[in-house]
T-cell receptor, first 112, second 114 residues
Framework: SQQGEEDPQALSIQEGENATMNCSYK?????LQWYRQNSGRGLVHLIL?????REKHSGRLRVTLDTSKKSSSLLITASRAADTASYFC????????????FGRGTSLIVHP | EAQVTQNPRYLITVTGKKLTVTCSQN?????MSWYRQDPGLGLRQIYY???????DKGDVPEGYKVSRKEKRNFPLILESPSPNQTSLYFC?????????????FGPGTRLTVT
């Protein structure tokens, strides 16, 4: 069952612009993770935000979490062509769950 | 280097011919799982394992088997593959000791069943 749903499904921007993608979920979570997938390759963990955190940064990545709205956003600043990939959110539900639930992903294309 | 390996990376087979996709991790992770990825459907979990000899069904287990005889290996078995099992398969692992359960993914196995 898919808990997280990313929005938009696809995003096309120019190099240097910021890219924002959102993730909504349905039940309470322990943490929320963002992953990146280059075409046909395995997913790679980008960043994790815990349920008691509101914002986190890692390089050009900024993640926010709003537990009252059950949503998260991933911002990639000053995007590069190499950022072209699919981005997935994964939620760890509360209550001690260790099984992440992935959304369908946002496909990002950054034009040089 | 910490990694999850899968073999084969590409496989074309015929309906009904049993096959096994191997998965191995070198990080001493307790948790391992298999996903399939299909266009528009995202990642769907097939089976997972919390430790040796402990396996459980995910969201789409029909037509698949797994085993966990050793901590590092988690093979996916298709006893009688059918064309609707044509997909991109990923193995993943994580530690249950960190409480973040960050997943490490293999490179994927692209399976075509004709």
């Amino acid at each position: 069952s898919q808990q997280g749903e990313e929005d938009p499904q696809a995003l096309s921007i120019q190099e240097g612009e910021n890219a924002t993608m959102n993730c909504s979920y349905k039940t309470s979570i322990n943490n929320l993770q963002w992953y990146r997938q280059n075409s046909g390759r395995g997913l790679v963990h980008l960043i994790l935000i815990r349920s008691n955190e509101r914002e986190k940064h890692s390089g050009r990545l900024r993640v926010t979490l709003d537990t009252s709205k059950k949503s998260s956003s991933l911002l990639i600043t000053a995007s590069r062509a190499a950022d072209t990939a699919s981005y997935f959110c994964a939620t760890l539900q509360g209550g001690g769950s260790y099984i992440p639930t992935f959304g369908r992903g946002t496909s990002l294309i950054v034009h040089p | 280097e910490a990694q999850v390996t899968q073999n084969p990376r590409y496989l074309i087979t015929v309906t009904g011919k049993k096959l096994t996709v191997t998965c191995s991790q070198n990080m001493n992770h307790e948790y391992m799982s298999w996903y399939r990825q299909d266009p528009g459907l995202g990642l769907r979990q097939i089976y997972y394992s919390m430790n040796v000899e402990v396996t459980d069904k995910g969201d789409v287990p029909e037509g698949y088997k797994v085993s966990r005889k050793e901590k590092r290996n988690f093979p996916l078995i298709l006893e009688s593959p059918s064309p609707n099992q044509t997909s991109l398969y990923f193995c993943a692992s994580s530690s249950l000791r960190t409480e973040t359960y960050e997943q490490y993914f293999g490179p994927g196995t692209r399976l075509t069943v004709t």
